[in-house]
């Protein structure tokens, strides 16, 4: 399960998410950001809660880095020890932004 709260401010948009970022969650979260890509040059991801990510997690920021990386940039705040572990392993704390 994955609950996200998505804040505005401006041209950033933000998204905390709490709990696991799967497969199956993976889609809610691309729905989520889909009416805000174009309207927002800014995007946060906030990984204070999030217990979980799998290969489909790690596609959908891959794919919102790209988009974002045109604009004003995206990063990933609040990244907890085995999450980052996850990161360093892929390579992905290599190409985002982490905070």
Request: hydrophobic share 45%; net charge negative; no cysteine.
């Amino acid at each position: 399960m994955l609950n996200i709260k998505k804040t505005i401010e401006g041209s950033k948009a933000t998204f905390a998410l709490e709990g696991r970022l799967d497969t199956n969650t993976a889609v809610e979260l691309e729905a989520a950001l889909q009416p805000v890509t174009d309207t927002v040059d800014e995007l946060v991801f906030d990984f204070e809660d999030v217990d979980y990510i799998s290969s489909a997690g790690l596609r959908v920021l891959l794919a919102n880095y790209k988009a974002f990386s045109k604009k004003g940039g995206m990063k990933v705040i609040h990244v907890k020890d085995m999450i980052m572990e996850i990161f360093d392993v892929t390579g992905f704390s290599d190409i985002l932004t982490i905070e």
